[in-house]
């Protein structure tokens, strides 16, 4: 087999050294009633050259994607991963590598988890960031356990707003947890109704921009919890022209990281991001690195207050997590280092304009009109005069790709549909999109 | 090493001083050296009560969490807030400066079941 | 180590973006000033070479398995094919979107649905969720659909969760978060679970058991039938960790040895990389009893077609946002396309016969607890081997040999523990200059301490202060002080 460096020989020379005639002795510890129950496959053995024209005709049966214009958004974005990214990626020495337990021989995945805290907490305005959840839908449900231990109550209020597959996850855990999910409306203008907030709440999450594309007004809410925690969940593009929760008092900040140099690639894998303040440190979850020195006097990175977490805590660990996300952080960090600030800047403002363009072209056509008031970032949701399945319809037989619309009907928002706007739609794709609906 | 003879000891390595039914409690010379350096130290709240072998405070080295169980039922009256800038006094004095907790006790007959000095280091000798 | 902070904060180089095409409002007439950043993140902005070098730099001070043997147990680091890499980036699965309409990306519910056959086939179960994004995460899973099992039966005083001292860390806490209590098990003195012991510890307050097979020793448990006989007989479940899959892969299923939930790591066992830890998947596959309770959406199959179903009432719910880790699913999936059954087989002999052949050749110099026949990987320890010699100097000292050190202090149940696991892809050739190097450490511990205690000598930094990392913690870049 191709990926075994043994030869025949070697395997006869090892059998001798350990006193074995066949190497079938080796599996003299399995009982023979499991070994005799044993059912193969039916897999052949096949070569690389098979396997790949294999796969390639599999991706060639989402090729209808690949000439398409997306506008596709509810928190997983199409935007422009600079080339950089997948070449520092590609390096073996940083994906064929495994947890940093030993520091001495992983200063390159520490140095960069500790890049990645630093910019999830310059991007957030929060205290300490982790090195990555799985996404952002386990980070959430990470977030809103840490708040129960702290607090100590086991009920949570979230907005109705939220991406629905984060409430599914949210309520998967919650239940687990015994935590009572308590949904909270929104209100005409899409932002979420905090006018009777329910009592004894571990927990008030919100998402910014919300499932509507809405921008939430975060100031004033954390001074009407009584002790609960602030968790904000938040798309960390639109961070770079929004100001960031921490600004606001936000306990926990979670996030998906995907818009951070991560292809689509059908749901995963991704990339949760997860910040807190410094007095929340103890009971955060996920792997942590911290700055130190060698015996030399040279600063290294190491993982760092590891007694939170399974290996050493086992039952009475912050989370359970082994892995973080750590090739998908290590994308990010080099993709916002090739940004820069500016860059970023330059990003959102680029996804800002472009939606509010194409924004305004559409409700400029008759019937169609903003479903919300309130300010959005690059994701807005329109009401629309006909069936919105027939309008996505005819527009998906052109290769133009929206939302389905049963997502915001499920949330109480009928005949809308949502658009998510990048850097990456043309101005020529934006008006080709207007001139359709103009004749539908 | 010799350990306070005025002192009483339990199995799990912590060490009472008792005057009349105030009991400081803090972790043996063999505890702080099993440990290792110790980076974090969790006190509970003055006023908290505990029964005689709950869980009353937690010591962290980086690669392991000492529980410290309560060696004697009471009231914490006093925690020593040092530990929060300076954990390493503990390996440098578990039995002085190091201390953590005085408790308020409710039954000092007690501490007759611990250990006596030469009790914990015949103890320490058997592990 | 520099980090890109350490560079100056120069203006922007642009370059990547085009220029605004539309008509531009500006951002004060869109976004309200309450809304609005005042102050820029501290992001440098570096050119392309400089950021390029500095990664490039940071790459070469870290260690992966295509630099060398990785021995760490309960890890199969195995080399990860680079085909895989490829084929991940194809456009079709790298650009499809979760959300796009199922007419669209059949290529990826293809792939899904087919990966799902072939691991209940490894499994010996019947149906998988491929939901859970590490192997941890898929122990949640498996703890979450015990809890609905036994809700669904109204059987709730079943709060309980065995497990034997050797288990990974883990296992106490992904039980513990779904809300049990965990009981342990001390292993016998074999390394295997004591009959009698689990006897007592079982009756109608267990839940299930959770068990590595073979456990974290290397130890193939000879009684398994027993076991999960004895547990389900007290109305229990079986939940097997699939860490260890590597050892008995092509040759006998959990689910032929009376597991109920198994749970893989194609990261480990699938060739899937490590990524540095992470991005990993972690598989869960069931019993017949358990389908119900299964995450949603399922991938099912109608006619040709493939589709999500989201119909099933009694499932759990989700703990993704969407349908797992494709990106690593896709890597297994070609894994196994290319090893078929014959390669799974021997990928299981050479590991075992790896693993036994570095056990037999250590035993001489290093205290083995368990002498007998092991899986794919063993534990030595490190005691006694020198006055004041730690498993943690030893494993320092390997560093200067040029090997990655093999997994310490874990198990617990062993002292100053030394968990190697070789993996078949390593050959004897790697395996004799490992054994050379681990005997040269064994003599300078007792002729040379010094070497080991102030090891590593010749990695890219000196041994780290770990203590004062984790007392002041300095946890973002200090931008005040540099």
Redesign the interface.
Known sequence: ???????GA??R???A????SS?EE??????Q???D????????????ME??R?????????????S?I?F?G???Y?H?I?S?V???T???????????????????????M??F???I???TGM???N??I?????ALAEGV?MAKRIVGKGRVAAAQSLFP??R??L???C????IKVIEIPYTKAGTCDLTALPQDLSSLVIQTPNAFGV?E?L?GVKERLADALLIVVTNPIS??????PGQFGADIVIG?GQPLGI????????LGLFATRERY??QMPG??????????G?????M????R?????????T??????????A?AAT?Y????????????A??N???A??LAQRITALPGYRLAFEA?F?NEFAVRVPIDPQAIRARL?EERI?L??PR?LSALGAPNTLRFAVT?KR??DE?DRLVELLEVI | MTHPTQFRYTKEHEWVDLEGNHAKVGITEHAQDKLGDIVFVELPAVGTAVKKGENLATVESVKAVGDIYAPMSGAVVEVNTQLESSPETINQDPYGAGWLVILEVSDPSEADSLLDASGYEQYLNEG | MNTIFDHKLAKGVGGLLPALDVPEQGIEKLIPSSLRRTHAPRIPNLSEPELVRHYTHLSKVNYGIDDGFYPLGSCTMKYNPKINEDLVRLPGFANAHPLADEDLIQGSLKLLYEASRYLCGIAGLVEVTLQPAAGAHGELCGMFLVKRYFEERGEEKRKRILLPDSAHGTNPSSATIAGFSVTEIPSGKDGMINLATLEEALDDTVAAIMLTVPNTLGIFEERILEVTAMVHAAGGLCYFDGANLNAFLGRARPGDMGADIFHFNLHKTLSAPHGGGGPGSGPVAVAQSLVDFLPVPRIVKDKNRYRLDWNSPHSIGCIHSFYGNFGVILKAYAYLLLLGDTGLREVSENAVLNANYLQESLKQTYPLPYERLCKHEFVLSGKGLGEGISALDIAKRLIDYGFHPPTIYFPLIVPEALMIEPTECEGKETLDRFIEAMERIAAEAKENPRLLHEAPQYAPVRRLDQTRAARQPILTYPFNER
Request: charged fraction near 20%; hydrophobic fraction near 40%.
């Open positions: 087999m191709r990926y075994i460096a043994n030869t070697d395997r020379a090892m059998l050294a350990i006193g074995l190497l080796l599996f003299d510890d399995i009982p009633e499991v070994k129950r044993f059912q193969p496959l039916e897999l052949p053995v096949q070569s690389e396997v790949a294999i796969l390639k005709e599999l991706a060639s049966l989402n090729s209808c994607q690949q398409s997306s596709l509810g928190g997983v199409d422009y600079p950089v997948s070449h520092i590609s390096r073996s020495e940083f994906y064929t590598a495994y947890t940093p337990y030993q520091p001495e021989l992983s200063q390159g995945t520490l140095t960069t500790f890049e805290q630093t910019l907490c310059e991007l205290e300490v960031a090195a990555s799985y996404d952002g839908a386990s356990l597959h984060y599914r996850v309520d998967t855990y239940w687990a947890a015994g921008i007004e100031k961070l770079g022209i929004l100001a960031p998906e292809t689509a690639s059908f749901g995963g894998p991704f440190l103890r792997r942590l690195t911290a700055q130190t020195v060698d015996a030399e040279k600063i290294g990175y190491t760092a207050i590891q007694t977490e399974q290996h050493i805590r086992r039952e009475r660990a989370s359970n997590i082994c892995t973080n996300s750590q090739l998908c290590l080099v916002l280092a090739s940004l820069g600030a500016d860059g970023l800047h330059e990003l403002t680029l800002l304009e472009k509010h363009y300010p970032f998906k790709l939302d389905d997502f850097e043309t101005k934006l």
